[in-house]
RNA sequence: UGGGGUGUCGCCAAGUGGUAAGGCACAAGGUUUUGAUCCUUGCAUUCGUUGGUUCGAAUCCAGCCACCCCAGCCA
């Protein structure tokens, strides 16, 4: 692609930019990972993916890309609670739909439990571990505070023979859950909490949607993920800040395992290359203003019925985005745009709308659909004629080839296009004044007729046969209006979506907040839409000319029309003024 | 009040001692049979702040201020 040729071309002159590339770049230089670039992308299946995973995705996909190297897709599944199957499938099929593809086979942490389990009773013999019998409130309390040190945990000098027995015993489904756990010995006084002996595992039967119920114990997402990125020889481990605290104790962890036996463990096989031990490197989540991304409460938008699903139009997962008809490349560029940095920041969401514009402008085939219809009848033109227009798909891309576009006498327009009273510089079409009916001839309104409350029921109008493919003789019109030939148009459902929180940053406390910061103009079911014929026959994005993008939904059924879904709206500077 | 971070244009973000990239947004023109697109132009004498080092500082040093993260057997 593009994008990446570019990169390469900034990585060969030495601009590898943002921290992260230069990080990788310097890397390479000094030879650190004898000129391996691997990483991963790390999702717990326990919801579904986001904007922000993208920006994840993006990064470490597309840093392997770069660089010659790998990304290993990883399902981060320590905790059979709260995971499922249908989470991993569907993370699967989002990856892929952004158009990456991982390196071999999809990896889980849970297919290294043996070797976890191998490692900790490694542990334990280096006296680097014990197990603790303190109750999860217990060991809460001995942990001290923000300011307070712990207090060692009363087990903590318990013999590794004796530890390791229990360890056994744990793993053989000995003890209720709770009762025990295993704990790293590194240091209670420590001033960062993660290094107060962390928990390693813990006691659950549960059922495991990967290994069944085969372990009643679990490691801990900090046990497992460094070794799990050893495992795999991961070179690069970026995560997002709020890992950072973490780092020490992910060093620690491969630091006290033996160097050998984590080598011997690990896919390298018998390849020529070193062993390294991986590292973290830790940016800035992806936050964007008008959209909340915290799992919790996407959950409960979907639970509280508040969208119509994980993949609602509105929903910035990316099954969701999907729907509503933003791209892969649109989100891949936009996600470029975006930057990558430790500065906690948050993004106008205009940079999303601008990059789905950015690409939908550039490949979608134009067609004309009127939202709400306003019937015109053409005075001069004979009721019998049928005159097939030939249009471009695309203004700027005659390759794309055209479409057929009937005119009839009678057609459709846009209620908005006609005014009465228009506001100043309004240039559409008013009583008694020419417009031009986008790809076809400029009409004259020479009268309009009401329904009995005085409602207008429909515009008369006259064609100037002269104006096809040309200029009026001797005066200009400036107004352009789409139409749709009344007979033949087919009538659609528009599902018009808008963001769903009013507010630029929400931050809600609870749940109910965020409920009561809802957009409750954030869809709009337009029915009896008129949309051109040829349309329906081919295509799923659409430019509907002076309106917006849109996207057919074929999952969606409304009463037996076609659906489409508005991604978004053209920029308006018109409606902008007003 | 412990520890770890971050502060460059309205929003992102380059920049790593040599005199502030780029994108979005916005504004003003131009083109246009989409009030779209496209094109042109404008948009930080200044880098949280105060001092210091230096011929020279967004970049080095010190203090101060603001904001974020951490006390799950979640990840």
Redesign the pocket.
Known sequence: MNDSSQAAAALATG?????I??MIARDLARGKHAGRVHTRF???P?GHLHIGHAKSICLNFGIAEEYGGHCNLRF????P??ESQEFVDAIKQSIRWLGFRWHGEVRY?SSYFAQLHEFARQLIGKGKAYV?????E???EY?????EPGTPSPWRDREARESLALFERMRAGEFA?????LRARIDMAS????MRD??LY???HAAHHQTGTQWPI?????Y??CISDALENITHSLCT???????PLYDWILANLDLDSLSEASSLGDSAAPFVLPEQT?F?KL?L?YTLLGKRFLRALVEGGKVDGWDDPRMPTLAGMRRRGYTPGAIRNFCE????????????I??L??AI??DL??NAP?AMCVLRPLKVVLDNFPAERRQVLRLAR???RPELGEREVPLTRELWIESDDFSESPPA????LVAGGEV??????VIRCHEVLRDESGGIRELRCCVDFD?????PEGRKV?????WVAADEAKPVELRLYDRLFLHENPAPKSVAEVFGELNPDSFERLENCMLEPAALDGGEHF?F???GYFVRDRAAVGNGAAVFNRTIH????????R
Not at 15 to 19: D, I, K, L, N, R
Not at 241 to 247: K, P, Q, V
Not at 478 to 482: M, P, R, S, T
Request: charged residues 30%; proline residues 6%.
């Open positions: 601009e590898a930019s943002g921290f590339r230069q790390p999702p717990e326990n981060d599944d320590t905790n609670l709260k942490s603790c019998a303190l109750s999860p217990q060991i809460r942990r001290g505070s923000l300011t859950d709770g009762a025990l756990s001033p960062n909490i993660n962390p928990v813990r006691i659950r679990y490691p801990t997402y900090d497992t993920h800040l709020e890992f950072e605290d973490h780092r830790e800035a936050r203003s745009a975006v930057g990558v940095a430790r500065a906690e920041s948050v993004v106008d205009a940079m709308e601008h514009r950015e402008d550039h134009r695309h203004p700027k510089g309004f240039k559409r031009r009916l986008r790809g076809a001839y104006t096809l493919g040309k200029r400036k107004g352009v209006i789409h430019q000319e002076r309106v053209l920029r308006d500077s018109w409606g902008a003024v």
